[in-house]
């Protein structure tokens, strides 16, 4: 690995309007050979961190609890305390309580939520918090894009002529800023990572319902890799979402032996079903994704 001086640029793009919501400058980057992408195994929860090839990180979900540090630690290097941009699905404790953490002890530039209300003393601590950060706050909805490597004058090992390289918002279609929902499993950020061939859809929790009003989308949800909704749960994974979407490999991201029993027997065979590779965090640990833009590698050899 060795370390480059470049200028980097990630911008969230608010396509609704047409004009930059956010720029920034990174000018010490480590340069990696390609996008990198980690479905950590954080227990009964979702923690999903990606790092680009100038080194922005962005981190979706923060899984139950303080065990995300000791992972973040051990893929960031010791000196690098800031994190460009997490994101909250939604603001469930499998999703939020390592989030808190995070922003205990790191320098979070940028937080994309939906802004959905709960009655939980963390998620009211993850309002002070994010207030307290300094960070930029983003109000998730369809449509925006989180653009990132942009800047046309970078010279380096990573591939220049592909594009696109982007995280698109896929979902909620409206902004739920202030409202209180009785579960906030269906308030689910959902995400689509795109670079140059190969892309990745992240569903949160959201249900079949949420799903199925997706499929409109047709080849905006077709992904290479599928982090399965909900854990694995029965609520998620409609047949003929799993089918639009085609995914090579799906991810599980499950507690081992959780009291839930996700994943799902059905779930299970409607992945069968369609001949993709199952990986599950409670079996195959922390799974990680490399991409180059034309293909990628898995660390799980299935
Ligand atoms: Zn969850």
Same mark, same amino acid.
């Given at each position: 690995? $060795?370390?480059? $001086?470049?200028?980097?640029?990630?911008?969230?793009?608010g396509?609704?309007?047409?004009?930059?919501v956010?720029? =920034? &400058?990174g000018?010490?980057?480590?340069?990696?050979?390609?996008?990198?992408v980690?479905?950590?195994?954080?227990?009964?929860?979702?923690?999903?961190?990606i790092?680009?090839?100038?080194?922005?990180?962005?981190?979706?979900?923060?899984?139950?609890?303080?065990?995300?540090?000791?992972k973040?630690?051990?893929?960031?290097?010791? =000196?690098?305390?800031?994190i460009?941009?997490?994101i909250?699905?939604?603001?469930?404790?499998?999703? *939020?309580?390592?989030? *808190?953490?995070?922003? +205990?002890?790191?320098?979070?530039e940028?937080?994309? =939520?939906t802004?959905?209300?709960?009655?939980?003393?963390?998620?009211?601590? =993850?309002?002070?918090?994010?207030?307290?950060?300094?960070?930029k706050?983003?109000i998730?909805?369809a449509?925006?894009? &989180?653009?990132w490597?942009?800047?046309?004058?970078?010279r380096?090992?990573?591939?220049?002529?592909?594009?696109?390289?982007h995280?698109?918002?896929?979902y909620?279609?409206?902004n739920?800023?202030n409202?209180s929902?009785?579960n906030?499993?269906?308030?689910s950020?959902?995400?689509?990572?795109?670079?140059?061939?190969?892309s990745f859809?992240?569903t949160g929790?959201?249900? +079949?319902s949420?799903?199925?009003?997706?499929l409109?989308?047709?080849?905006?949800?077709? !992904?290479?890799?599928l982090?399965?909704g909900?854990?694995?749960? $029965?609520?998620?994974?409609?047949?003929?979402?799993?089918?639009?979407?085609?995914?090579?490999?799906?991810? &599980?991201?499950?507690?081992?032996d959780n !009291?839930?029993?996700?994943?799902?027997?059905?779930?299970l065979?409607?992945?069968? +079903?369609?001949g993709i590779?199952?990986l599950?965090?409670?079996?195959d640990?922390? &799974?990680k994704?490399i991409?180059d833009?034309?293909d990628?590698?898995s660390?799980i050899?299935?």
């Amino acid at each position: 690995m $060795k370390y480059m $001086k470049k200028k980097s640029v990630l911008i969230i793009l608010g396509t609704l309007f047409g004009f930059n919501v956010l720029a =920034w &400058i990174g000018v010490f980057q480590l340069s990696r050979a390609g996008l990198e992408v980690t479905f950590f195994d954080v227990g009964q929860g979702d923690a999903i961190f990606i790092e680009t090839p100038l080194g922005h990180q962005v981190l979706i979900d923060g899984g139950p609890d303080v065990s995300l540090l000791e992972k973040l630690g051990d893929e960031m290097p010791f =000196w690098d305390r800031t994190i460009d941009l997490i994101i909250l699905t939604h603001p469930e404790h499998d999703h *939020i309580a390592g989030l *808190i953490e995070v922003l +205990k002890k790191y320098q979070v530039e940028n937080v994309l =939520w939906t802004g959905v209300l709960k009655d939980t003393a963390e998620f009211r601590e =993850w309002q002070r918090l994010i207030k307290e950060e300094g960070a930029k706050i983003y109000i998730a909805q369809a449509g925006q894009q &989180i653009v990132w490597d942009a800047t046309p004058d970078c010279r380096g090992s990573h591939p220049r002529h592909l594009n696109p390289r982007h995280l698109e918002i896929l979902y909620p279609f409206e902004n739920l800023e202030n409202q209180s929902v009785k579960n906030t499993n269906n308030t689910s950020i959902i995400s689509r990572l795109v670079y140059g061939e190969n892309s990745f859809l992240l569903t949160g929790d959201a249900y +079949k319902s949420v799903e199925r009003e997706l499929l409109g989308l047709a080849e905006q949800l077709d !992904s290479d890799v599928l982090k399965v909704g909900h854990h694995g749960s $029965k609520t998620s994974s409609a047949e003929e979402f799993i089918k639009e979407v085609s995914p090579e490999i799906a991810i &599980i991201s499950a507690g081992q032996d959780n !009291s839930y029993g996700h994943p799902h027997q059905e779930v299970l065979e409607t992945l069968e +079903k369609y001949g993709i590779t199952i990986l599950r965090t409670d079996k195959d640990g922390d &799974i990680k994704i490399i991409s180059d833009g034309e293909d990628y590698v898995s660390n799980i050899q299935n």
